[in-house]
């Protein structure tokens, strides 16, 4: 049977139970890509948020719907942030700003991905990169996947497979686009490394 791709890196569940919550962080005044729901952002050295530009980059987890000031003037919620979605402003919470919501506890949240190749059980407790595919404009969800390619025990990459989603009728784990749990390896939000192999 063949998977269909999750869209993105979803947040999927809180360790020992909760609900995930949200906070928001401010996006790059001239940002000029689009940041799709479920892409992965970063945080860069002034704080601001932006789409993750290179799949080995660590992430600050993933974009889950945004608030911008569109061409009109008008203030939007919306899931995606479309491009240059820019705005002027030198405070540090604008009312103009772009927003993106982002997990609250990033380190104790796990998300739901595949892998864009058949992966074995042997391939679990190692860390992915991320395939930065663009986004639907349609659909406003992202086209963002965990690559099989290079993963290893690597702590610097992004993401840490813990296991396949099992008792999904949907799911096929021999097939690629299997879907699995994971974790963000480290953050700028908690900056100690996380150890390789899920220690």
Do not use: W
């Not at 789409?51 to 980059?57: H, L, R």
């Not at 290079?150 to 784990?173: K, N, S």
């Amino acid at each position: 049977m063949a998977n269909t791709a999750v869209k993105g890196i979803q947040p999927y569940a809180v360790k020992g139970g909760g609900s995930i919550t949200y906070r928001r962080g401010r996006v790059l005044t001239n940002n000029t890509t689009a940041i799709f729901l479920y892409d992965t952002v970063i945080r860069v050295a002034t704080g601001d948020y932006t789409v993750q530009a290179t799949g080995t980059t660590l992430s600050q987890g993933s974009a889950n719907g945004c608030v911008y000031t569109d061409a009109a003037g008008t203030r939007r919620e919306a899931k995606f942030l479309p491009a240059a979605t820019l705005y002027t402003s030198t405070g540090v919470a604008p009312d103009n700003a772009s927003y993106v919501y982002l997990v609250d506890n990033l380190v104790n949240t796990s998300f739901r991905a595949s892998v864009d190749a058949a992966i074995a059980l042997t391939d679990l407790n190692l860390n992915y990169a991320v395939t930065l595919t663009a986004g639907s404009l349609t659909t406003g969800l992202s086209g963002f996947e965990l690559t099989a390619t290079g993963r290893a025990v690597t702590a610097t990459i992004p993401f840490r497979v813990e296991q396949f989603i099992i008792g999904d009728p949907l799911v096929d784990v021999d097939a690629a686009h299997a879907s699995v749990i994971c974790y963000a390896n480290c953050t700028a939000d908690e900056p100690a490394l996380s150890a390789s192999l899920g220690v």
